[in-house]
């Protein structure tokens, strides 16, 4: 599925050519706004993201996880802050911004990855 938005399917080619097919998807789209679920690289966690017609000119808006896959409770409401806090840094009016949302967040989703799988580890019983 494509969106109605050419700029943003650019950007979904283009992120889905260097991360991997499922990268970015659209979930759904209507002359308004698309939704897209974002898969970032090594990371448990997909996001919904919604894009406004206007997009680049207005950005985008996280709005939640897609899946947190085993992540605990809690651990999902984590990266979507992390990742609007990215957003909120990144995003100029006018350029796309999912690539550099991508290459800042992804370094905090790991380690914020990394730490929840040892803090499974920890708490399973040997």
């Known amino acids: 599925m494509q969106s109605c938005n050419e ?3 650019d ?3 283009a992120l889905n050519s260097i991360y991997g097919d499922a990268t970015v998807a659209v979930a759904s789209s209507s002359l308004h706004e698309t939704s897209a679920v974002l898969r970032p690289p090594d990371i448990h966690f997909s996001f919904l993201l919604s894009f406004p017609s206007e997009y680049p000119d207005v950005p985008p808006q996280i709005r ?3 899946s947190t896959g085993s992540s605990g409770r809690g651990e999902g409401e984590t990266a979507v802050n ?3 806090q990215v957003l909120g840094s990144v995003y100029r009016p006018g350029q796309v911004c999912l690539f550099d949302l991508l290459e800042e967040a992804g370094p905090l989703l790991l380690v ?3 730490d929840s ?3 499974t580890a920890q708490a399973t019983p040997d």
């Open 64 to 66: 939640g996880t897609n």
């Open 7 to 9: 700029a943003l399917n």
């Open 112 to 114: 914020h990855n990394h």
């Open 117 to 119: 799988v040892e803090d």
């Open 11 to 13: 950007e979904i080619a």
């Open 82 to 84: 992390t990742l609007r």
